[in-house]
């Protein structure tokens, strides 16, 4: 297995050990895993396999690509009063479950949909949680936000892993 085969978030198995977790990125060329159980363990790419979409046991909502009207509609059930979204995978899990062939697009397009809330709603201040790592959401959501005209100011708080928005 390439590390570029991979997503962070994808579901993968350990060869060695038949542990189950989910990528989250490379550290000193070894793969970072999160277990199930919630240990944190590196090993060789050659040492991982990735878990097939269609064995997860997730339930199954919605099917790729992702369709922006049930995004939409999805949203409408999250108490977007808070301006505060969590892009860790398992929140939005929690509540945007569906099929996904891509973490980081799935991360991105929920993240997309937030912002147009937010300002439909010309809120003032929004929060975006990417969380800590190797930075590849923060560069993506940083890049997303740049697109935005009616985004004034956005500031990165790399200690909590979060960005905060500004809107004009």
Known sequence: MKAEDLWIGDR??????????RFEGMEND?????????????????????IPEDTMDHPILFNSPLDKKEIKK???RVKASQNILDLHYESLQENYPRTHRHILQ???EVCEEFLNDMIDQSVSFARIIHGR???ILKKEVET????????????????????????K
């Open 74 to 76: 999805e949203w409408s």
């Open 30 to 50: 070894q793969a970072k895993i999160k277990c199930d159980d919630g240990k944190i363990i590196t090993t060789t790419l050659s040492d991982i396999g990735l």
């Open 12 to 21: 993968i198995q350990i060869k060695s050990s038949l542990l189950k977790g």
């Open 133 to 135: 790592g190797q930075g």
């Open 106 to 108: 799935y991360q991105l």
């Open 144 to 167: 997303l936000l740049r697109r935005y005209n009616e985004i004034g100011l956005f500031s990165a708080h790399p200690d909590q892993g979060s960005i905060d928005i500004y809107f």
